[in-house]
């Protein structure tokens, strides 16, 4: 548009400084050129006005995907907005328009989806290409969860911005060296760090992306009658009953029961079974009557339960399960280093970071 308004421009200047008019059908052409001149120079400025998303804009659109993505896998939402702020260009950089994708992730070998090609380190590298911005989202969080070298990662807490971002940049997330520096500024020149606050009942229920105008990939799911955003989904055609401990929702073990089956049941990704319950991928399968939750368990336990005493057969893990703490709060909580047993006995910290024992 920006090139006929140019175009227009010059023909109509040429034929004014050109013109000789002296007939009634030369002043009737020139008053529609002068018409049609106006008609492009008012479409030119509004092409003109049109600016790209600010950083506020692009944040405000996207900001509950990331909350949501946190409680979905304990990545700060703080981090995963201010990736995607630098690596999109706020959503303005070439990639994330034409391929959703808004943190940069390449192809690599095992990537099965859409591709793009673009300049990088290197010329035309395939990058991922998604079919919404949800998607590249929710890929983000799995990329994180299931590559190995970010592995350690998720022994930080998911408020700790600042060790979050320089871990990011030491697994190699990206080359530039001042790559975490420029993420902690972006969170606190926005104030990202209050996403991290956000608690999973403080989320809108509605889809913020569907309400913008911004069509989901996972819309249609509603017309099957199943709550759904992302990958935080319960089926309620479900045949398992869900219940609750710890306020969370946990369901019981069936025989010949495996992770996998359980997170299909319940629309999950097996990543979510383990992680969500503190397993490591070879762990073995559930038993019958065992307790499964399916979504992440707390930072600390609840109020009224600040201290268990370890009885007899307990571990730290079984102590993480029945206060759906995290097994990383729990260790971190009680001053140990993972893998570390208690004694039989001794109080275990459920709330709050353990006093130093003071010297004698």
Request: with cysteine; proline share 3%; charged share 30%.
């Amino acid at each position: 548009m920006q090139g006929n308004f140019f175009i227009f421009v010059t023909y109509y200047l040429n034929r004014v400084e050109k013109a000789d008019i002296v007939t009634k059908s030369d002043l009737l052409m020139e008053s529609k050129f002068k018409f049609l001149f106006i008609v492009f120079v008012l479409i030119g400025q509004v092409s003109f006005s049109q600016t790209k998303l600010t950083r506020k804009e692009y944040i405000e659109t996207f900001k509950w995907i990331a909350v949501r993505e946190m409680h979905r896998s304990g990545i700060p939402a703080s981090i995963t907005m201010a990736q995607a702020c630098l690596e999109s260009e706020n959503g303005n950089s070439e990639l994330s328009k034409k391929s959703n994708n808004h943190f940069g992730i390449k192809c690599k070998n095992d990537w099965t989806g859409g591709r793009s090609y673009h300049d990088d380190d290197q010329k035309n590298e395939c990058f991922r290409k998604y079919n919404s911005v949800e998607d590249s989202y929710i890929d983000h969080t799995d990329y994180l969860v299931t590559t190995k070298r970010y592995k350690y990662l998720f022994n930080l807490s998911n408020k700790d911005y600042d060790a979050w971002a320089k871990g990011l940049r030491e697994a190699g997330y990206a080359t530039d060296p001042q790559y975490a520096q420029r993420l902690i500024k972006i969170i606190e020149d926005e104030k990202l760090h209050a996403l991290d606050e956000i608690k999973p009942n403080e989320i809108p229920k509605e889809n913020i992306l569907a309400s913008k105008g911004k069509k989901s990939s996972t819309e249609s799911t509603k017309d099957k009658g199943i709550e759904t955003f992302s990958n935080l989904t319960i089926n309620p055609y479900s045949h398992r009953e869900v219940k609750t401990l710890n306020g969370l929702d946990i369901v019981y073990v069936n025989a010949n029961d495996t992770y996998e089956t359980i997170a299909q049941e319940f629309e999950m990704k097996t990543w979510e079974i383990y992680v969500y319950n503190d397993l490591e991928k070879d762990a073995e399968q559930p038993k019958e009557n065992d307790f499964l939750y399916i979504e992440r368990k707390h930072c600390r336990a609840q109020k009224g339960n600040d201290k268990h005493i370890l009885k007899p057969q307990e571990t730290m893990y079984s102590v993480s399960q029945k206060y759906g703490i995290t097994l990383n709060s729990l260790y971190r909580f009680n001053r140990m280093k993972k893998g570390d047993k208690p004694i039989v006995g001794d109080p275990i910290y459920l709330r709050k970071v353990k006093p130093k024992e003071k010297k004698k």
